[in-house]
């Protein structure tokens, strides 16, 4: 079940950014498996708003490897800032706030069990105009680090296969430049805020087990292994966002079991 502030939280700041010929953009933030997607289809339910994730546009697969040839290796995991088609998402965007009452807009779909963006005949369509645009992903709102805090590897990934800092280096560039920019667009986020980076674990693995139809306890013990070693490409940013590194207007406190511990000020002005 959804917490009903949460949804109640959402429809407040549409409501404070809606005005005539304006559609809102606001974003929902958090760690995977916080729930944010969940929150955001709901509360676009709720109120007539298109909603669509950062998950959505990543990169293909060609695109990502491509990048991992040219840049590092490790941009061909998707996932963190630099494996995302930016421009893709802004265009949705655009389209579905210039839609009127009888457009139909596509919208971007990502297959992630096969690791690669669907073919466009499988994208959903929102039909009409919608009240606001509600993306969610994990990254939205995350600040850049500074370089001092980049030196040291923080997991066997980076120690391993990004020793030089080439990699994360990178990642710290995109999110201070066309991230930041395209998080400057939207109107306002909220960010769901997870208790610890270790309970990010116990729910990517639960969302994985729900993507292949799975229990939690019965996701194979080889398939939670590979998690922990892919959710390594996530957890420096994370760890940051967690530890006040993300430019929210509304942030809320879950619990591990993903329920509401208490609603937070903002993080930063």
């Not at 805020?193 to 306890?217: I, N, T, Y």
Request: hydrophobic share 45%; glycine share 10%; aromatic share 6%.
């Amino acid at each position: 079940m959804i917490d009903a502030r949460l949804l109640d939280a959402v429809g407040a700041l549409i409501t404070v950014h809606a005005r005539p010929g304006h559609i809102p953009l606001i974003g929902i933030a958090g760690a995977q498996g916080s729930g944010k997607t969940t929150l955001a289809r709901a509360a676009a339910e709720r109120g007539g708003a298109a909603h669509l994730s950062l998950d959505d546009v990543y990169l293909t697969q060609a695109e990502r490897e491509a990048k991992g040839r040219a840049v590092h290796p490790l941009f061909a995991v998707r996932g963190p800032p630099g494996t995302h088609d930016l421009r893709l998402l802004d265009t949705t965007i655009a389209a579905l706030r210039a839609a009127g009452p009888a457009s139909r807009t596509a919208l971007p779909a990502f297959d992630k069990l096969a690791d690669d963006r669907r073919p466009e005949t499988q994208w959903p369509v929102f039909t009409g105009r919608p009240s606001a645009v509600l993306v969610d992903g994990w990254c939205l709102g995350a600040t850049p680090q500074v370089e001092a805090d980049l030196i040291a590897p923080i997991n066997a990934v980076e120690r391993e296969q990004d020793g030089q800092g080439l990699w994360r280096g990178a990642v710290n560039a995109e999110l201070a430049g066309s991230y930041a920019e395209a998080f400057a667009r939207f109107d306002a986020l909220l960010f769901l805020k997870a208790p610890s980076f270790d309970a990010v674990m116990d729910w990517r693995c639960e969302q994985e087990a729900g993507l292949m139809g799975l229990s939690p306890a019965a996701l194979p013990l080889e398939r939670r292994a590979e998690l922990s070693v892919f959710i390594q490409h996530f957890e420096r940013i994370t760890r940051h966002m967690l530890a006040g590194g993300v430019r929210a207007d509304r942030t809320f406190s879950l619990g591990r079991d993903r329920g509401l511990a208490r609603d937070l000020p903002s993080l930063t002005p």
